[in-house]
């Protein structure tokens, strides 16, 4: 099984260059999300989607863009690097029940020099 | 705005002591509420989550939780650490289907 594949799993981009995070599940969950977690941070909610076509902005918006043209796929796309997006990010998905958990990816390490 | 807050950034317990990590939330209405366990360089998997009935809560590897509605909280125990149980440990809360928000985490020790 699957589950949840994030690629790739360690970056190292210079300042002003752009990249995109790939994620992909095999569950049909309607819903995604990235998140990006940094030491004591816990885990910050960059953008979610709830279905193919519609996206949403969670807590830590700025500096990224997503787009979901398939169930399956969530891509993230990093613009013009910073330093502060320096962190692990991480792809989850799940279904649309309340009362249903999220699944994780392995996470992609990236660091901005 | 739903929330959760986990007291104790680090927790630090002797092989074989109770475990006890700490989760409180803020919501008028009992939301939806997980424990997840990450282990180093890895993702997170769920130990155990509360959705309705029983409020207490018996997850993987000898872990559990108690719902407490009267206290906000929804706490973590295991009656007996093990090395193995060395790892970060996020409490969640999913009050509307859309959003999962996760607390700040608590890295849990294990003394030999």
Redesign the interface.
């Given at each position: 099984n699957a589950g949840?594949t994030q690629t790739p799993k360690f970056r190292i981009l210079k300042i002003g260059q752009s990249m995109t995070l790939q994620c992909a599940q095999d569950m049909n969950h309607n819903?995604m999300?990235w998140?990006r977690q940094d030491p004591?941070?816990?885990?910050k909610?960059i953008y979610?989607s709830?279905g193919a076509g519609i996206t949403?902005k969670?807590e830590v918006p700025n500096g990224y863009n997503v787009s979901r043209s398939t169930t399956e796929d969530f891509p993230l796309r990093l613009e013009l690097a910073a330093p502060s997006q320096t962190s692990v990010y991480?792809c989850?998905s799940?279904y649309?029940?309340?009362?249903t958990?999220?699944f994780?990816?392995?996470?992609t390490r990236l660091t901005v020099v | 705005a739903q929330s959760v807050t986990q007291l104790g950034s680090h927790v630090s317990v002797s092989e074989g002591a109770l475990v006890l990590l700490r989760c409180n939330y803020s919501s008028s209405v009992p939301p939806y509420l997980f424990w997840y366990v990450q282990y180093p360089n890895q993702g997170l998997q769920l130990l155990l989550k509360y959705t309705t009935g029983a409020t207490l809560v018996k997850g993987i590897n000898g872990f559990e939780a108690e719902f407490k509605k009267s206290e906000t909280s929804f706490h973590l125990t295991k009656p007996s650490a093990h090395m193995s149980d060395a790892a970060e440990y996020f409490c969640a809360v999913r009050k509307f289907a859309s959003k999962i928000i996760f607390g700040s985490g608590t890295r849990l020790s294990i003394r030999p």
């Open positions: 949840v819903y999300y998140y004591g941070m816990g885990l909610l979610y709830v949403d969670g991480f989850a799940s649309q029940d309340t009362n958990e999220a994780f990816g392995q996470g | -």
